[in-house]
């Protein structure tokens, strides 16, 4: 179940929680809390389908291309619009990972760099260490 798509539904069809909650005789910290938990009482679900008109299967995974109808104009949500913002934010970790690796190598370039350099000067030290002695 995913009520997270109680939210994505509300927004598009411009349908403040608030308002919903109270057409389904709920109050609005009790849906945002029933949507963080993802649990819900059966009736209220099938209340809040109806109000955002939409099958209840929605929020099983039932219908992955929702459309819905609201005040006559048509608007695209549910599973598809989540799979977009999902790729989307997999995407943006990728590139982010790729940058944070190139900076990694960077930096152990520069680590093996200077560790090079001190051993070139430990090894002069010995060399200016035994001409002295």
Do not use: W
């Not at 403040?16 to 009736?43: F, W, Y």
């Amino acid at each position: 179940m995913n009520l997270e798509l109680i939210k994505i539904l509300a927004e598009r069809q411009r349908v403040p929680i608030k308002k919903l909650a109270d057409t389904i005789g709920m109050s609005e910290s009790n849906l945002h809390r029933c949507v963080r938990e993802n649990k819900i009482q059966a009736q209220d679900l099938e209340k809040i389908a109806s109000e955002l008109g939409v099958k209840v299967g929605v929020f099983f995974g039932e219908d992955s291309t929702l459309h819905i109808e609201a005040h006559g104009a048509g608007y695209a949500a549910g599973h598809d619009i989540l799979i977009g913002s999902h790729r989307a934010e997999i995407q943006r970790l990728k590139d982010q990972i790729a940058h944070l690796e190139e900076r990694l190598q960077d930096k152990q370039t520069t680590i093996d760099e200077k560790d090079t350099n001190i051993m070139e000067k430990e090894r002069t030290i010995q060399i200016l260490l035994g001409n002295l002695k």
